[in-house]
T-cell receptor, first 113, second 113 residues
Framework: QQQVKQSPQSLIVQKGGISIINCAYENTAFDYFPWYQQFPGKGPALLIAIRPDVSEKKEGRFTISFNKSAKQFSLHIMDSQPGDSATYFCAAGRTGTASKLTFGTGTRLQVTL | DTAVSQTPKYLVTQMGNDKSIKCEQNLGHDTMYWYKQDSKKFLKIMFSYNNKELIINETVPNRFSPKSPDKAHLNLHINSLELGDSAVYFC????????????FGEGSRLTVL
């Protein structure tokens, strides 16, 4: 019940295109869904996060879409740029002191010129 | 000024040896974590400390022993290293637990020969 499934494993998108990464979770107690971005040789960094009381959150070119009934959420990167090339992780967690984030398996995004 | 710093960045050692990784955060956060990232980039939590108290202890061999001398520091000691311990170990911190943003260090790459 703690698993977060992420797809695709890798993605190649042309510059200016839309990158879409999908995640699905099982535990209905999860109430926090962040996306992290990781560049080679660096630690992951928070990109954008959503709570289940909204169905969409947008920050610049990055949008999270959330479907509570389907237990799915996705990251859309509009106008993808070569600088967006990185590994993206979805995660899910439940509010609480001893709670933790469960990460998806990661998606390696390559944006080509 | 680095927010979450880990040392060393690289460790190469023989099977059976003992090694330590140190982590310090200057963000004033009260919660610190150790994550392990394997060769497939999968991120898995190992331990979490809140105000020097161990609050999350995942199914990790007891060869791994975390220590938090104060809330700004979290160290990881590994005894009797095995080949399967080769990975990148990330320290992270947050203010409170979920849904707090995790701030990751740059990682310590451990290679066991």
């Amino acid at each position: 019940q703690q698993q977060v499934k992420q797809s695709p494993q890798s993605l190649i998108v042309q510059k200016g295109g839309i990158s879409i990464i999908n995640c699905a979770y099982e535990n209905t107690a999860f109430d926090y869904f962040p996306w992290y971005q990781q560049f080679p040789g660096k630690g992951p960094a928070l990109l954008i996060a959503i709570r289940p009381d909204v169905s969409e959150k947008k920050e610049g070119r990055f949008t999270i879409s959330f479907n509570k009934s389907a237990k799915q959420f996705s990251l859309h990167i509009m106008d993808s740029q070569p600088g967006d090339s990185a590994t993206y992780f979805c995660a899910a967690g439940r509010t609480g002191t001893a709670s933790k984030l469960t990460f998806g398996t990661g998606t390696r995004l390559q944006v080509t010129l | 000024d680095t927010a979450v710093s880990q040392t060393p960045k690289y460790l190469v050692t023989q099977m059976g040896n003992d090694k330590s990784i140190k982590c310090e955060q200057n963000l004033g956060h009260d919660t610190m974590y150790w994550y392990k990232q394997d060769s497939k980039k999968f991120l898995k939590i190992m331990f979490s400390y809140n105000n020097k108290e161990l609050i999350i202890n995942e199914t990790v061999p007891n060869r791994f022993s975390p220590k938090s001398p104060d809330k700004a520091h979290l160290n990881l000691h590994i005894n009797s290293l095995e080949l399967g311990d080769s990975a990148v170990y990330f320290c992270a911190s947050s203010q409170g637990a979920v849904p707090g943003e995790l701030f990751f260090g740059e990682g310590s790459r451990l290679t066991v020969l």
